[in-house]
C-alpha cells in the first residue's frame, strides 16, 4: 500500500511540524530506551517489579494454557502407549521384575544409612517443598532461556530458591511476583551450578550455552576422566541445591569436560515444586566479597 | 418485481444502511494486536532454544508496512515498554529497538514510497534478522557463538512467517473498519 499523502506535509505548517515532532520523540523514545537498557545491564533486578506485576497479570491465562498443553500431552502419550504395546509390556515387566530386586536392596542401604547416621549423630530432617506449581511459560523468543512459575511470594518462594521436577533440576528463582515467579533455567547462558559425576567424586561446573547443551567444565584438569552417558548431579557446593538431584548426562567430550544434555526438560514436566536454599548461610557466604567480613 | 443485487449498497467494509465504523475499534486494533503478539510468546515453553517468533516485533513492522500512515512514528515507544515487560530482555530493549525500527521504516518509505510485496518482504526480513542479532548482543549474558547458532531457526520462521501476519495485518484491517449496526 502506498502511503498515505499526509505524511507529503505540502505547506500547512501544523501538518509539518506535526511530522517533524512525531520524528524528534521517537528519537527521544529511542534514546530512553538505550538508557534503559544501560540501566538494566548494570541493576538487573531493578525493573522487576513492574515485569513480575505483568507477569502476575497474564498468570491467569498462562495458568489455563498450561493445564491444557499438560492434558493434551497425556492425552497424546496415552494414545501412544497403544503403539506396540505388547512388546512394551513383556519389556517393563522385565524391568519391573529387577527393579523389586534393587529396591529391596536399596531398602536394606537405606537401613544401614540410618543405623550409621545414628552411630555419627548427624540430623536428616526431610525437606518439604515450598510450593508444587505448573511452569506457565517461557521467554521462548528471546536469547534468554527464563521460564515463568505459576507460584510467587504469596506461596512463600523467595529469589534464590532451587527449582526441581521429578526428574531433576530445574532451574532457579530469579524473580518473585505475588502469584509468579520467573526461573532461570540451566540452559541459560548465565546459569552456573556445582555438580559432581554420580557415583565418585569428579566435581564441575554446569554452564549453560544457550543452545539447549550444558558444559561440563571440571574442576581438576589432567586427564579428561569422562565418559558419554555419565550422570551429573548437584554436588550441593554453593549452598542453594541440596546435593545429589540429577542435572544433565554427558553426551560429547571436549579437552576439559564435555558437554551435557539436561535430564529434566521442562517443556516435558507437568509440575515442578520450589525448594528451600538447601544451606542459606553458605549461599549468603558466597555471595560476599572476600574483603567484607560475615557477620557473627 | 426486480431483485436488488443485495451488494449494491455494500462494500468492502460491509453494508452502508443504517451502519457506522467504530471509532474505538479502528482506533484499538492496530495497538491491541500488536500488544497481543507481545504477550503471545510466552505460553510456549522453549527450554532448549528461542523457537518462537518476537511475533509482537513482526505485528509491529507489518501493521507499518502493510498499512503505512496509521500508526505515529513513535508507537515504537509505549509498544516496546509493554513487549519489554514480557520478551525476557534487559529491560529497555524493545523501547530502543522498536523506536529505531519505526524511523528506519520511515528512511525506507522517503526511498521507494510505492513498493510491492516482495520489497515489504525483504525490508521485513532484514529488520528481522538486526532485530534477533541485536537481542543476541544485547541479552544480558555474555554472546557466544553457540547462542548465535542456536537463532538460525528462529530466524528462518521469522523470515517465513512475515507473509502471514501482513495477511493477518490485512484482514485486521478490513475488520478495524468494518461497519457496524448503528442503534
Known amino acids: 500500500m502506498a502511503p498515505s499523502s499526509q505524511r507529503r506535509s505540502s505547506y500547512s ?3 509539518q511540524y506535526n511530522l517533524f515532532t512525531g520524528y524528534i520523540v521517537a528519537g527521544i523514545g529511542a534514546l530512553i530506551g538505550a538508557v534503559l537498557l544501560v540501566l538494566s545491564f548494570f541493576q538487573p533486578q531493578f525493573f522487576g517489579g513492574p515485569r513480575s506485576v505483568a507477569q502476575d497479570a497474564a498468570t491467569p491465562a498462562t495458568e489455563t494454557v498450561a493445564a491444557a498443553r499438560t492434558g493434551s500431552k497425556s492425552l497424546w502419550d496415552s494414545i501412544s502407549g497403544y503403539y506396540r504395546a505388547g512388546s512394551k509390556n513383556a519389556e517393563l515387566k522385565r524391568e519391573v521384575e529387577l527393579a523389586r530386586i534393587r529396591l529391596g536392596e536399596a531398602e536394606a542401604l537405606r537401613q544401614e544409612n540410618v543405623r550409621l547416621r545414628g552411630l555419627l549423630d548427624l540430623q536428616d530432617e526431610d525437606r518439604k ?3 508444587v506449581a505448573r511452569l506457565v511459560g517461557s521467554s521462548s523468543s528471546s536469547t534468554r532461556r527464563f521460564a515463568y512459575l505459576g507460584a510467587g511470594s504469596e506461596d512463600g518462594v523467595t529469589v534464590g530458591m532451587p527449582v526441581r521436577s521429578a526428574r531433576g533440576v530445574v532451574g532457579r528463582i530469579l524473580e518473585t511476583g505475588r502469584t509468579s515467579s520467573r526461573v532461570l ?6 546459569s552456573v551450578l556445582p555438580v559432581r559425576r554420580a557415583g565418585d567424586e569428579t566435581v564441575a561446573f554446569a554452564e549453560g550455552r544457550g543452545d539447549s547443551l550444558l558444559r561440563i567444565k571440571l574442576i581438576n584438569l589432567g586427564i579428561n576422566p569422562l565418559k558419554v552417558g555419565d550422570m551429573f548431579v548437584t554436588s550441593g557446593a554453593g549452598g542453594y541445591y541440596p546435593p545429589g538431584i540429577a542435572v544433565a548426562i554427558v553426551t560429547e567430550l571436549n579437552d576439559d569436560g564435555g558437554l551435557a544434555r539436561i535430564v529434566s526438560d521442562p517443556a516435558a514436566t507437568d509440575y515442578v515444586s520450589v525448594e528451600q536454599i538447601f544451606e542459606p548461610d553458605a549461599a549468603v557466604g558466597a555471595t560476599t566479597p572476600i574483603e567484607e567480613e560475615l557477620g557473627d | 418485481m426486480e431483485r436488488i443485487d443485495p451488494r449494491a449498497r455494500s462494500d468492502a467494509y460491509g453494508s452502508r444502511l443504517n451502519r457506522s465504523h467504530s471509532p474505538l475499534i479502528a482506533n484499538v486494533v492496530p495497538w491491541a494486536s500488536i500488544m497481543l503478539g507481545s504477550i503471545l510468546p510466552i505460553f510456549f515453553i522453549a527450554a532448549a532454544l528461542p523457537m518462537v517468533p518476537p511475533i509482537g516485533y513482526l505485528m509491529l513492522v507489518g501493521w507499518r508496512l502493510v498499512r503505512p500512515g496509521l500508526l505515529p512514528v513513535w508507537a515504537g515507544i509505549p509498544l516496546g515498554l509493554f513487549d519489554d515487560l514480557y520478551n525476557g530482555q534487559p529491560f529497555g530493549f524493545a523501547i530502543l529497538t522498536w523506536s529505531l525500527t519505526m524511523l528506519a521504516i520511515e528512511a ?6 510505492w513498493r510491492v510485496f516482495w520489497q515489504d518482504w525483504l ?9 534477533l542479532g ?6 544480558g549474558a555474555p554472546p557466544t557463538s553457540h547462542a548465535l547458532a542456536a537463532l538460525v531457526p528462529q530466524l528462518v520462521l521469522t523470515i517465513l ?3 502471514i501476519v501482513s495477511r493477518i495485518v490485512a484482514r485486521l484491517d478490513l475488520w478495524r473498519l468494518w461497519r457496524w449496526k448503528r442503534l
Open chain 1, 129 to 131: 517443598p515450598v510450593a
Open chain 1, 185 to 190: 533455567l540451566l540452559t541459560d547462558s548465565e
Open chain 2, 123 to 131: 525490508v521485513a526480513s532484514l529488520l528481522g534478522t538486526l532485530y
Open chain 2, 161 to 163: 512467517i512475515f507473509p
Open chain 2, 134 to 139: 541485536a537481542g543476541w548482543l544485547l541479552s
Open chain 1, 13 to 15: 505548517k501544523r501538518a
Open chain 2, 108 to 113: 525506507v518509505e522517503l526511498r521507494i514510497p
